[in-house]
């Protein structure tokens, strides 16, 4: 298959492996066209690199707590507005590359034995502390990952915590 044979946006498509859905593609197949360069390489920059941003929680007492619960339970009760924004995800999601940002985020503190990092204390503008909860066991488990929301734990992002998880999270968006 000789290349000049193709369209320039069948050249796109097999060289990002990207399909005609993507409008950043077919604005860059436009702009090359419109500039008249249909047989020369089209530049342009990427996207920027996604960074954190901390979760915008409920001020209310059963907000902050069904915030907590949607990473315990699948669909926890009294939930279901956060439940539909956030559904369950796959548990082995992988995150992008990110950049952290240094910010004021809501977090959470665990002492469990299974070490998964600390944020900075100063970058949290409320610390839930999970151990002094009742059913701390129960509590502390974050099993269930959701869409668009990371847990930040020192420079690493999960889509989940293990059982029994020690350090200061965050969640986030990016």
């Keep these: 298959m000789n290349p000049k044979d ?3 946006l069948q050249n796109m498509i097999i060289s990002s492996g990207s399909g005609i859905n ?8 436009l702009s090359t066209k419109e500039a008249g360069m249909g047989d020369c390489i089209a530049c342009t920059a990427a996207r920027p690199v996604l960074t954190t941003n901390p979760m915008v929680l409920p001020v209310d007492e059963p907000g902050t707590k069904c915030l907590e619960k ?3 339970e699948a669909n926890p009760a009294n939930c279901s507005r956060l439940t539909e924004l956030f559904p369950p995800s796959n548990n082995d999601t992988r995150p992008p590359h990110f950049e952290i940002v240094e910010d004021k985020y809501y977090c959470y503190k665990s002492n469990g034995t299974v070490q ?3 944020l900075p204390s100063d970058w949290c503008t409320n610390v839930t502390d999970l151990n002094t909860w009742p059913n701390q066991l129960q509590t502390t488990s974050f099993r269930f990952a959701r869409a ?8 690493t992002l999960y889509p989940r915590l293990p059982e029994n ?3 200061l999270c ?3 968006r990016l």
């Excluded at 668009?148 to 420079?155: M, N, P, Q, W």
């Design 6 to 8: 193709l369209s320039i």
């Design 22 to 29: 993507n409008l950043w593609l077919a604005w860059l197949v």
């Design 70 to 72: 949607i990473f315990r």
């Design 116 to 118: 998964v990092g600390a």
């Design 148 to 155: 668009d929301i990371f847990l930040l734990c020192g420079r």
């Design 165 to 167: 998880w020690r350090g």
């Design 170 to 172: 965050a969640p986030v």
